[in-house]
């Protein structure tokens, strides 16, 4: 722990010698969490922690505050045109961190660029038929059929400079999947309020102020450096933080939430999280590959999926491991966000025997073997739940050989569908529930890796993009909800509750989707 303490601190005096010494102290907000950013090219992967990296450099036409409220960023207004038109008026006098003007010609490449087949945002900007440039400041959004939430979407599409783009031969987005590696891996140009200044995956990541930002008439923000270290081990975070290295923890072990907070140098921000944890099962496949059973898939049958539910104690989880810090799921889709149902919102109630019964039912009555992916960076507490369901299963005869991996091989596993039972965790890029239902148990979808297919629960989902009766959409979401829960491919585990760690005199402004926005961050004079 010391090692890493001494390190961060001669990394904090090298930069501060390194870099132009302002007339004042700087402003160096020093964070870090488990894991790191998977990319750079902000169209590459539809990542929490990525995105969080991003939105400090890249800006997209409609932005959130912390409490998630929209705002304009590159766009100032928008009208609808037509039901399937939108129209966009675009800030002027805005420049990107190179010094080359932002144009309508840079919204136009970009929304582009997000539809392409490298993207992992083309799900999200699938209504989108065509964006078009009318003049230098306007943009037209024509989507397929009318879309009650285009604007939730465009808030998920960073704009880049098409000019930098080809420059650096990244018109294209880095196929995360293929293992590509390009310029903007590394680097980045945006308009946002910090400049990429160094990036050392998995090591250190440095952004300075941009002195340039637009938003800082209305936004004047004193953070002059951010410096983020990745720290995956739980006890070396909590060190750094209380010997006065760290100003933020963005994932500080609840373990040591007290002995943080009774410090008195620190303070603990607390609330509920627009996310769900929860475990997949492989559907589809005609038999698992991590499985003794050969020549069909236990996972195929509804009583098998049904007992795997049953046997997961998700009171107990959210309870020891979460420490209370998590609300027991009984769905994907999270409180807080458009289409929520609290009464579908129940896990099956854990039921050991029961689930044994049907087993049996199933013809395993000596239950069968499968491999669980789990990631061991990526979600607060992951490996500890994964271990914990893995005992779980062990008691109904299902026997669980657990594969731990950082979340840079975990995900692009369950991206290229090499998985039969796996952990995942997904936030809400549009704070509406057609995301989770769209992305989780659409058959067209990356990141279904269920493979389950249900033509009337697809149907609902393509319906509800154009619905604008919002009632009406409402009673769809929740009977998509209801024939995704009762078909059992996913065991839904918790909705997290989020706890961040913050130095007294600096504030950082709590936000639900767990991406902080240090534009709004304030250090106390």
Avoid at 87 to 101: A, N, S, W, Y
Avoid at 194 to 220: A, H, Q, S, Y
Avoid at 277 to 284: E, R, S, V
Avoid at 346 to 365: I, N, Q, R, S, T
Wanted: contains cysteine; proline residues 7%; neutral net charge.
């Amino acid at each position: 722990m010391r090692i890493f303490a001494q390190g961060l601190i001669a990394a904090v005096a090298v930069l501060c010698v390194t870099a132009s010494v302002p007339a004042k102290a700087e402003n160096v907000l020093r964070w870090a969490s488990q894991g790191d950013a998977m990319t750079m090219d902000p169209h590459a992967q539809n990542e929490g922690q990525t995105r969080a990296f991003a939105q400090q450099v890249e800006e997209p036409l409609v932005s959130r505050r912390p409490d998630l409220t929209k705002v304009p960023s590159l766009a100032v207004s928008w009208r609808q045109v037509d039901p399937k038109t939108w129209e966009f008026k675009l800030r002027q006098g805005v420049r990107f961190h190179d010094g080359k003007p932002f144009s309508a010609d840079d919204v136009v490449f970009s929304f582009k660029r997000a539809m392409m087949p490298t993207s992992d945002f083309k799900e999200i900007v699938g209504t989108i038929a065509d964006v078009v440039a009318v003049d230098a400041a306007t943009v037209r959004i024509t989507t397929k059929a009318p879309d009650p939430i285009l604007l939730d979407a465009v808030y998920n599409v960073f704009i880049m400079s098409k000019a930098w783009a080809a420059e650096h031969g990244v018109n294209t987005p880095q196929d995360y999947g293929g293992g590509q590696e390009t310029y903007a891996v590394r680097h980045a140009n945006g308009t946002g309020p910090f400049i990429l200044e160094t990036r050392d995956p998995d090591v250190r990541t440095v952004m300075v102020k941009n002195p340039n930002w637009w938003g800082l008439k209305d936004n004047p923000h004193n953070v002059d450096r951010i410096i983020y270290t990745p720290v995956k081990n739980p006890a070396t975070r909590v060190a750094a933080l209380l010997s006065g290295e760290l100003d933020f923890l963005l994932d500080p072990p609840l373990q040591d939430l007290a002995r943080i907070e009774s410090s008195g140098q620190f303070q603990i921000q607390r609330a509920p999280a627009v996310w769900t944890i929860f475990l997949g099962m492989n559907t589809g496949s005609k038999e698992l590959a991590s499985s003794s059973v050969k020549g069909k898939n236990p996972f195929a049958d509804i009583r098998v999926r049904k007992a795997m539910n049953m046997a997961v104690d998700v009171n107990a989880i959210t309870q020891r491991i979460m420490r209370g810090l998590a609300q027991p799921a009984g769905t994907i889709v999270p409180p807080g966000v458009q289409g929520y149902d609290k009464s579908l919102d129940v896990h099956l109630p854990f039921d050991a025997d029961g689930a044994k019964k049907l087993l049996v039912e199933a013809g395993y009555p000596n239950g069968f073997d499968v491999r669980l992916d789990c990631p061991n960076d990526r979600y607060l507490n992951d490996e500890p739940i994964c271990q914990a369901v893995v005992g779980m299963l062990a008691r109904i005869g299902v026997k669980v050989t657990l594969d731990l991996k950082p979340r840079t091989i975990h995900l692009p596993k369950l991206q290229a569908k090499k998985t039969d039972f796996y952990m995942l965790g997904w936030g809400s890029d549009t704070m509406d529930a057609h995301n989770h239902l769209s992305f989780m148990a659409s058959p067209t979808s990356i990141w279904n890796e269920t493979g389950y297919v249900d033509q009337k629960l697809f149907d609902l989902i393509n319906g509800m993009e154009s619905e604008i009766d919002m009632a009406k959409r409402d009673g769809m979401i929740k009977e998509a909800s209801l024939r995704l829960r009762e078909a059992y491919s996913y065991v839904p585990l918790y909705h997290p509750m989020l706890a961040w760690a913050t130095r007294k005199g600096v504030t950082v402004p709590m936000v639900p989707d767990n991406l902080p926005y240090f534009s709004y961050v304030r250090f106390a004079p």
